[in-house]
């Protein structure tokens, strides 16, 4: 044997263990900056947490390898889904938190200390960001900066944002697959109405988050973006969208009294960590259904509401707020259109489909209690 042939599976197994080199590559983010970094990163910096959401699925059990710190979002506004990841991932316990820069509690000297090459950011910071100089300040000392979003224009910027992640991370053959799935669940629901022809549409109300903070009045809603869209693609009518092309809008009670939706959705999450009222919906992972029920009942013995047609009739829901900031949507398009149309999509199960995404990309066990709803014919 000659003594190549000897050494061979040494060799490959040396090789197994030597890094594929980064390459600096230039990559444009959701505002069309183009920014040049050695990818894939080896030192990642979540300006927003919960993009976890997106680099789990595209790393799974190695999602934690190159992440050095993150923003506090997660803790504060989806505890949950941080349990689970604690969870599964002990040490991130010890990840250092970093705040929200526009709102100036972001310390860049800990980010600086941390030597991360890119600290991800959410496009409604861009202009805090921007203003303070920022961008200028990280780059000289050697932090590139990149926009993602998966909030103010999901539509337009979800697509990139997952593929510049999977730049990022090293996985963008992961991110193609992510993508393709994503997009094959939200056409069962958009092709079968496309199918069905003139498919009357439900006029559709869905509020943002009551109960959380302040005065629980009405009425906090989204235009034609966001849940707004997920409405229509599920075969609703968003009649927020009839007022605002932005994607957050304030209706007046008058105006939704006058609309009169055939249903109401309201958003909900685990907020106890930052609400002063208490009396928001909790709809999440593991979420008491029970529980959430008693809440969303409350919810519409606010003034105008009981007058509601969707009330009268018991066609009144609660949806987990997070799936306003992932590229999840794919679950709450199949629950609206189950609400919406459910002679049409009888054989859809969102929970099915939710529980089959964590199988299939997620290194977190899924756990149910995502939506809820109130009993029909007002019982």
Known sequence: MSLFKRL??????????IAVPAMATEITDVT??????????????????????????????????????????????????YTAYRERFPAIVDLPLFGYIPSGDFSLEAAIALKPDVLTLNLEAQQAVEESGFIEKAAAAGIAVVFLDFRVDPAKNSVKSVEILGALFGAEARAKEFIAWRQAQIALVTDRLAAAGAVARPKVFIERSPGITGETAC???????????????????????????????????????????????????????????NQFVNVGRGADPAAARERLAALMQRPGFTTLKAVKE?????????????????????????WFHPELFADIDPDRTFREFHEKF??????????VSLPQGGE
């Open 8 to 17: 061979f599976p040494a060799l490959v197994a040396v090789a197994a263990f």
């Open 32 to 81: 069309g900056r183009r920014v040049e970094l050695d990818l894939p990163a080896k030192r990642v910096l979540l300006g927003e947490a919960r993009q976890i959401h997106v680099a789990a699925a595209l790393k799974g059990e190695h999602v934690f390898d190159t992440i050095v710190g993150w923003r506090d979002d997660l803790i504060k506004k989806d505890p949950d889904s």
């Open 219 to 277: 009425c906090r809603t989204f235009g034609p973006a966001n849940f707004g869209e997920m409405v229509e693609k599920a075969g609703g009518h968003n009649i927020g969208s009839d007022v605002a092309t932005t994607t957050f809008v304030d209706l007046n009670p008058e105006q939704l009294v006058v609309a009169d939706p055939h249903h109401v959705i309201v958003t909900g999450s685990n907020w106890a960590a930052e609400s002063d009222l």
């Open 314 to 338: 018991g066609r009144v829901h609660a949806v987990w707020h997070q799936f306003y900031g992932a590229p999840y949507e794919f679950v709450p398009i199949q629950q609206f259109a189950k």
């Open 362 to 371: 997620l290194p977190v066990a899924y756990r149910p209690g995502y939506f």
